[in-house]
Structure formats: C-alpha cells, structure tokens
C-alpha cells in the first residue's frame, strides 16, 4: 500500500479573518486575482510560494469576519489541500466545505510548526506527522460534508442533482410552491 | 377523534431559536446540536454577493429561483459605481434583476440589513438566510436569520432549503437601564471585548431583559448586527409591542403579524444564561486592529484621530444619526479631523433631514457620503492612508476599510462624534447637552 501524501505546513497565528484572506480592495474582482492577494497583510510570502497540495495551520478562530467565500475560494485556487486549526467561525466552516476546502479542528494543532510534513486522514479524524510519529486527533465531521468535500463541494453535488432531474423531466421542474 | 379532543402532551420547554428553528424544519421539537433541514422564508442578497455570483452557477445548473416572491435583492456595495469593475458587478444585479422580473428590488435605496425590515419583508417567526455576515440583524425582529455565502445562496435559491445544527442559546440578559449617551454599540463591544469574536461558538445568542426591552429597534438591531463579531449564528431579541409598531408603521399588514405573542422562548427551556448591568456601562471604544479589544474610554489614553467615520448598518441608522446630532450641533469638528457620514438608507437619511439631524452635521463640518455599505469594508470608497479613524462601523480588521496602513478604532456614534470635537477620543457623555 502507498503512503499517504505529505502536505507541507504554512504555520499562521490565531484569528485569521476573511478580510486577511480576501482582501476588501480586490473583492471587485476574480477569485484569480484575489487568490494573489491572500493573506498578503500577514504572509507576503504565501500567495507566491504556495504549491498544490501545501496545509495552512492556524491559530483558533480562522476565517471570522465576512460572508464572502472568496475567502475559502482563494485557498481551493491556490491549492490549498486542507486547513488545520482548533477553531473556526462557523460562517466560514460552511463556506469552505461547500467549495471543496477540508477544514480539520484540531485542538493541539499548535504542535504543529512551519515546514512540517504532515499526513491527512478526514475520515479516521487526525494529523500526522511521520517525522516524529506524532498523531493529532481532529473533531469528526459530519459525513455528509466528508462526502461534499470529496464531491469539490456543493456545486457539484447540485450539478448532479439537477442533471437527474433533468432526465426524468426534459422540461425544467417548476418547483414554485 | 379530532385534534382538538386527543390528550395533550406536555410540550417540551424550548428557546426562541429552538421554536423558530423547530417550526422551519416542520417539527414539534427540536435538540441543541441536531441536524436538521430548514424551508426558507426569506433570502436576502446583494450585488457583492447575489448575481454576479449566482447567476452564472444558475445558467449551469439551468434550475429556475425555487420562489421569486421570498427572494429580495438589495443593490448596495458597489453604488455609487466607482470605476469599471464596481459598473460591471451592479449592471450584472440589475440586468439579471430585470431578466428575473424579480419582485423585491431594492437599488441605491441604503444597506441591505436596514432596507430589508425598514421595507417591510421582515417578521417575527420567519426563518431567513442572507448573503451577508451581518444578516443576524433581522434576529432583532424575531425572525432567525444568518449569514450564508455565495454557493449555499445558490442552494437555497434553487431548493428553498438549508441545513443546520440545531443551535445552543446564550443568553445575554441585560438588566436596568442605559445611561444617557451609552448605547447597544457598547453594550456589543462590551460583550465582544468579554467573550472574543469566537465567544459566541457559532450558537444562538439571545438578547434579554429590562435594557434591552427599552430600546428602540434601531438599537436591537444594533445588538443583533454584531452578533456576527460575537461569532454566533444568529443574534435574537423577542418580539414585543415596541416590534409589532415598528413593523406596522413599515406597511407590514395586521395579518402577517398575528400570534407574534408565541414567539419568546420558554423560561424553564435550558440556556446559558450571563447577566450584565446595564446601568454600570460605561461607553466603549475597542481599539485596532479586532472588535475584541475592547474597553471603557475612561480607560484609553490619549489618542488623536484623523478622521471620524458615521456609517455602515451597524452604526449610520436614523436613531445612530441623531445621536451624533445630539453632540455636534452648534458646534465644529476639531481643526484638522475629516468627519464622513454616510446614512444606512435613504429614508432614514429623508426623516434625518425632515427633522434638522443633517443640517446639524453638515453645520459641524461633515462631509455627505452616499446612503451605501461606503468605505465600511473599503469595497465602495476607502480612508486615507495611515489615517487614526474612529468609526461607528462593526469591524476595524488591518486593512478592513481599503487602507492596510489605516488604524480603526470602533466606537458607538456618540463617541464617534464626541471624538471629532475634540480632535482625540472623547466620552461623549462629557460633551451630551
């Protein structure tokens, strides 16, 4: 059996906001050019050097703040594989399952640091870094936002959805009630 | 046998947001931290969040709006256009607006969370979603209604259905009285500053007693607004006699307010409950760069500012505008501050001018902005480089209002206005007539 993908860690502080993520001057735009700015007031260096398949680990209270899901948008763009974090805000949690970003609660992520290699099991509930062994377990999630996640989120799910509907009825339902 | 002669089963004590939730997912009943799918009443959305983003997923998916009569579009983030890009997103609202032939249309009229009751789409016992954080807002009206993003707006747009984890209630109960020149600003930057912007878990927090019956609904929406920093779900106050008024006055017919009565939770249904002195408060002011740190103004040292910023839902109400009437009138901003109000509706601006409120700022030297969501999250308009703003908005995260060098400090909007006589932050009940 092959081991599971290692994710490289991008250590951030507590209470990220969306306004960090999702920069208000560039919310007139495209998520691509969002995606340039994110978190450019605390990591310059992120928007740039992020590769496919990196984590962000952060302090509690990721992602309060604003509606806006550009903010989770942002991180799918730039390839952001998960977040791993003791606590969310609740606004955000949603936002990002529905566009496909996996969010881990992890209360002990603070063990974590910058650089690690870390190994990702949604399903079991935890973090691991093969480095040390050391194991983190994580809150588990509902499974039908698991299911969400690996669907790449809610727009998906309602493709499928409504191209069902569409073959059993040709011309579009009227669901007015 | 008929309803009305089988045996009554005692039914189970439960909040207002458990009643309101329960009713939505078609249940007698429903437990803290079930999930559960909710009908939707309402869905609220505006040019930021609604069209430009859900009208190209609608093409895709080639579904038709589940109920074109329960969904209302507030234009307000990006009028006045500023340049090309703000032109492209508002012509998108109003040409799908049109195309739709969509019912609740609301362009250039004020900020979403006002617009929305003051036009009379909000009432008591409805279960509504929104395209904006600070939808809990119309909690204050005893409707259940959060914040949601542009997707999960698709979704509800298409099925008229949400899920949800049924919340917790915290309740926040607020005895006594306010004194003159405190407000529901400081009371929520009070809470804010003691519970973090986590504090509220993503739960239902319910706003309760003697002070809170006392205030306007103005105010109670104040509360609820930032519940969002408060990081719960939804913000609720129960609906009383003060709320049925209001809602009547807006046009909202006898009929769509009846039995409002049962809506108020259950004294014996269990909740976190923290009690507070309204009396004791002192006016706050929380400093850059989060709403949580917050703290009395007697306690700041001092501190100048630049510019004095009245708007946003949170803070450019009628009731916000003629608080910063109270303390400026007859008198000029301090040589040197810049003092930007930018009125939450237009009617509020209207019965603002009708009543000499805009004639006394515009006396004290403030500058006019237009009736939108402005400079507030640096979307429309944005504040000068490292200026020092004192701001009546809810939140003054780096580079929350366009400028990443800027310093925000929030405050209630007599303190804002306070603070722009004097050039520094000021406690406004020192400079109240």
């Known amino acids: 059996m092959t081991p599971p993908p290692l994710h490289r860690v991008w250590r951030l502080g507590a209470d990220i906001d969306t306004d960090q993520l999702a920069p208000g001057h560039a919310m007139k735009h495209g998520v691509d050019v969002i995606?340039?700015?994110?978190?450019?007031?605390?990591?310059?260096?992120?928007?740039?050097?992020?590769?496919?398949?990196?984590?962000?680990?952060?302090?509690?209270?990721?992602?309060?703040?604003?509606?806006?899901?550009?903010?989770?948008?942002?991180?799918?763009?730039?390839?952001?594989?998960?977040?791993?974090?003791?606590?969310?805000?609740?606004?955000?949690?949603?936002?990002?399952?529905?566009?496909?970003?996996?969010?881990?609660?992890?209360?002990?992520?603070?063990?974590?640091?910058?650089?690690?290699?870390?190994?990702?099991?949604?399903?079991?509930?935890?973090?691991?870094?093969?480095?040390?062994?050391?194991?983190?377990?994580?809150?588990?999630?509902?499974?039908?936002?698991?299911?969400?996640?690996?669907?790449?989120?809610?727009?998906?799910?309602?493709?499928?959805?409504?191209?069902?509907?569409?073959?059993?009825?040709?011309t579009p339902p009227l669901e007015t009630r | 046998m008929p309803d009305s002669q089988r045996p009554q089963r005692p039914q189970r004590p439960a909040t207002l947001a458990q009643k309101l939730v329960a009713r939505a997912a078609g249940r007698a009943h429903v437990n803290p931290g079930e999930i559960v799918t909710c009908r939707v009443d309402l869905a609220m959305f505006h040019d930021s969040s609604g069209p430009r983003r859900l009208k190209p997923m609608l093409e895709e998916l080639g579904a038709p709006v589940w109920d074109k009569d329960k969904v209302v579009l507030v234009i307000d983030h990006y009028v006045p256009e500023a340049d090309d890009e703000s032109r492209r997103i508002v012509r998108i609202a109003r040409d799908w607006a049109r195309t739709q032939a969509l019912p609740h249309v609301h362009d250039g009229e004020g900020i979403c969370h006002v617009v929305l009751p003051g036009r009379g789409h909000l009432r008591p016992g409805m279960f509504a979603v929104g395209g904006d954080s600070h939808s809990p807002t119309g909690g204050a009206f005893g409707a259940y209604m959060f914040g949601i993003g542009s997707t999960e707006m698709l979704s509800v747009v298409v099925t008229g259905e949400i899920w949800l984890r049924v919340p917790q209630t915290i309740r926040m109960h607020w005895a006594g009285r306010l004194a003159d020149g405190v407000t529901a600003k400081d009371m929520m930057l009070a809470l804010i500053g003691r519970f973090g912007m986590s504090g509220g878990r993503y739960q239902a927090v319910e706003f309760a007693g003697d002070a809170v019956r006392a205030l306007p609904m103005a105010e109670r929406m104040t509360l609820c607004n930032m519940s969002a920093e408060l990081g719960a779900q939804t913000g609720l106050v129960a609906p009383d006699a003060t709320t049925v008024d209001w809602l009547r006055a807006r046009g909202v017919p006898d009929e769509a307010l009846a039995g409002w009565e049962r809506w108020a939770g259950d004294a014996d249904a269990p909740a976190e409950q923290h009690g507070f002195d309204a009396a004791a408060l002192a006016p706050q002011v929380a400093l850059p760069h989060s709403p949580a740190n917050s703290r009395a103004v007697t306690d700041l040292d001092a501190t100048p500012v630049d510019v004095a910023y009245i708007g946003a839902c949170t803070g450019a109400k009628l009731e916000d505008l003629r608080a910063a009437a109270r303390v400026l009138a007859g008198h000029r901003v301090a040589a040197g501050v810049q003092l930007l109000v930018a009125p939450a509706s237009r009617d509020d601006q209207a019965q603002a001018e009708r009543e000499g409120v805009m004639d006394h700022l515009r006396a004290a030297g403030a500058q006019v902005l237009p009736t939108a969501c402005g400079a507030c999250a640096g979307y429309g308009g944005r504040i000068p480089d490292g200026a020092r703003v004192i701001s009546s908005t809810a939140r003054n995260f780096r580079g929350r209002m366009g400028s990443a060098t800027a310093q925000v400090w929030l405050a209630s909007p007599y303190t804002v206005a306070a603070s722009a006589l004097q050039g520094r932050i000021a406690d406004p009940r020192e400079a109240l007539p």
């Open chain 1, 35 to 170: 995606a340039r700015h994110c978190l450019e007031a605390v990591r310059p260096d992120f928007a740039t050097g992020v590769q496919p398949g990196d984590v962000l680990v952060a302090g509690p209270g990721f992602g309060i703040g604003s509606s806006r899901e550009q903010a989770a948008a942002a991180l799918v763009h730039l390839g952001v594989a998960a977040v791993i974090a003791p606590s969310y805000s609740g606004l955000y949690f949603r936002n990002a399952f529905n566009l496909g970003l996996l969010l881990l609660t992890c209360p002990d992520a603070e063990a974590l640091a910058e650089g690690d290699a870390v190994a990702l099991d949604p399903i079991e509930g935890c973090v691991a870094r093969p480095a040390d062994g050391r194991r983190l377990d994580c809150d588990p999630i509902p499974p039908f936002l698991l299911a969400m996640v690996r669907a790449g989120g809610l727009l998906p799910q309602l493709r499928l959805r409504f191209a069902a509907l569409k073959r059993r009825h040709p």
